[in-house]
């Protein structure tokens, strides 16, 4: 049963390492703030192949989650009751590499590890920044909450992407898209389709939910691993806040964001729940990779 998924991958046009690469390059560069250039038509027809390519590969990954969504129940009691229980029953969760990393992997296994997930990292804040362009008043609110936190209030000391930026720098990391796995890059490269998207809006509702709710106890354990191999509270704290200040998180997001979504539309439920499960698949293939790594079973 364990190799299907493998042996899928391997013939898949997208899930290797050539495409996310390539994804994750063009990802990089189309969103970075540049200037005008005088082969800006060169530019667009890149971008236009490359949009046709990331498209494909979504696709893809809603072909693995159509029928489960489609189950999904509709209404909103129901949806939102499907949707929470993602945190126990959801692809990827209680995976054993998070025990491994909380009371055994030493500090050069923790730094793979963390590398894996920093070059992987596709930047919440902008995720839900590009997610929330013309959604409903009350959604977008709550993804207004969201990113002030992200942005720690206005204060850079409280800003969520440096503290993750500072625990790469002092343990010496190099994270690239070249020394990354595909199956990390591929995350990144899906929660980027998706809020880049406004097809699949709702979907990146869905996804940057479900991280929300099942990040907490995935940081804490990471968190414990850093301060078995020493790492001091500062050095700790992004894992430290996310185990914590996740967990409001989720609660508000499915109230102010997800249920009223839902009550105004209840397509919106199908979409919300293709995104979520995207996300936590993207993510199992993720710790399957790196157990692989590790030798674990």
């Known amino acids: 049963m364990a190799s299907q998924p493998l042996l899928r991958d391997r013939a898949s046009q997208f899930l290797n390492d050539a495409f996310q690469r390539q994804l994750a390059h063009w990802n990089r ?3 970075s703030p540049a200037f005008p250039e005088a082969d800006w038509q060169q530019t667009i027809a890149r971008d ?19 029928d489960e969504a489609a189950a999904v129940p509709t209404d909103v009691e129901g949806f939102i009751a ?25 500090k050069d296994e923790l730094r793979w590890f963390l590398e894996q997930e920093a070059a992987g990292e596709a930047g919440f804040d902008d995720l839900v920044a590009m997610t929330q362009v013309k959604l409903p008043t ?10 002030w936190d992200e942005m720690g209030h206005g204060q850079l000391a409280g800003m969520h992407g440096p503290m993750l930026d500072a625990l790469v720098e002092t343990l010496q990391l190099r994270p690239t898209i070249e020394r990354t796995v595909w199956e990390s890059l ?19 509702v869905g996804a940057l939910g479900v991280i929300e709710l099942t990040a907490p106890g995935r940081s804490a354990c990471t968190a414990a691993g850093l301060r078995r191999v020493g790492l001091r ?5 992004y894992f430290t806040l996310h185990a914590v200040l996740d967990v409001k998180h989720s ?19 199908t979409a919300m729940a293709e995104g979520a499960l995207i996300r936590l698949k993207c993510g199992e293939r993720c710790f399957a990779r790196y157990r692989a790594h590790f030798g674990l079973a």
């Open 29 to 31: 560069a189309r969103l």
């Open 48 to 66: 236009a192949a490359m949009q046709r390519l990331e498209g494909g590969f979504l696709e893809e990954l809603r072909a693995e989650v159509l």
């Open 82 to 106: 499907w949707f929470e229980g993602l945190q126990q029953t959801g692809p990827g969760q209680g995976d054993p590499l998070f025990p491994w990393i909380a009371e055994t992997a030493s």
């Open 138 to 147: 009350l959604p977008k609110l709550e993804l207004a909450r969201n990113y």
């Open 186 to 204: 591929a995350l990144a490269n899906a929660m980027t389709a998706m809020a880049a998207s406004r097809r699949y809006a709702w979907h990146s």
């Open 233 to 237: 509270g500062r050095e700790r704290k």
């Open 251 to 269: 609660e508000d997001w499915n109230r102010e964001a997800i249920r009223p979504a839902v009550a105004e539309d209840p397509r919106r439920a």
